[in-house]
């Protein structure tokens, strides 16, 4: 009995050690918590908020880069699709004129369709007369082709001419090394401004 009775009492005694020694700790850390921080504390707090701000910041500017992104689109395609429509309004403008002719004059070829203003190379013709090109390559008149032999016989494009003109400058220049030679020389070709009045085949 006496043995029992002194392993109960050290038990008690070795419980309370153990319960005395769990409130030391708990006192030690809770006095550790009530300190104030230090400035290694403080400087790692101060860079641990820095860096969160700056992650929020990094965060909306995105989402504000994909908003604006996402409106840009939609302004972008509704220019596109203006440009689009100015396309086919012209195409369809283009497609209106079905009387056209292929006419030559000299060593070159011209298309005219009837109402076009065009310069060619110089005609020997008055300002405010008329002048008719005979040699008809092609002509459609409503949609009807006729093509020459090597030129349609009877058709005729008749042609107002507006005003005698000069084309853009030409420059040119010569240079030889080490000789002084310089020569620049330049032209202008001169051009006749018309009118395509008629078209007939």
Do not use: C
Not at 32 to 41: I, L, R
Not at 56 to 75: G, V, Y
């Amino acid at each position: 009995m006496a043995k029992t009775e002194d392993k109960a009492k050290e038990n008690k005694a070795s419980a309370e050690v153990a319960e005395s020694e769990s409130k030391k700790v708990a006192a030690k850390s809770s006095k550790s918590k009530d300190k104030p921080e230090t400035s290694k504390a403080r400087k790692e707090t101060a860079s641990k908020d820095a860096s969160a701000e700056k992650s929020e910041k990094s965060t909306n500017k995105e989402s504000a880069k994909k908003k604006s992104s996402s409106s840009k689109p939609r302004e972008m395609t509704n220019k596109t699709t203006a440009k689009l429509e100015d396309s086919k309004n012209e195409e369809s403008k283009q497609a209106v004129s079905d009387t056209y002719a292929i006419v030559r004059k000299g060593n070159h070829q011209y298309l005219l369709e009837k109402g076009a203003l065009l310069e060619i190379p110089r005609i020997n013709v008055p300002e405010g007369r008329e002048y008719i090109f005979e040699e008809v390559l092609l002509a459609s008149i409503n949609n009807e082709l006729k093509v020459g032999t090597p030129t349609v016989k009877g058709a005729y494009v008749k042609v107002f001419v507006i005003k005698q003109v000069k084309g853009k400058k030409q420059r040119g220049f010569k240079y030889k090394a080490k000789s002084r030679y310089r020569r620049t020389w330049g032209y202008r070709n001169p051009t006749t401004r018309i009118r395509v009045i008629e078209i007939k085949a």
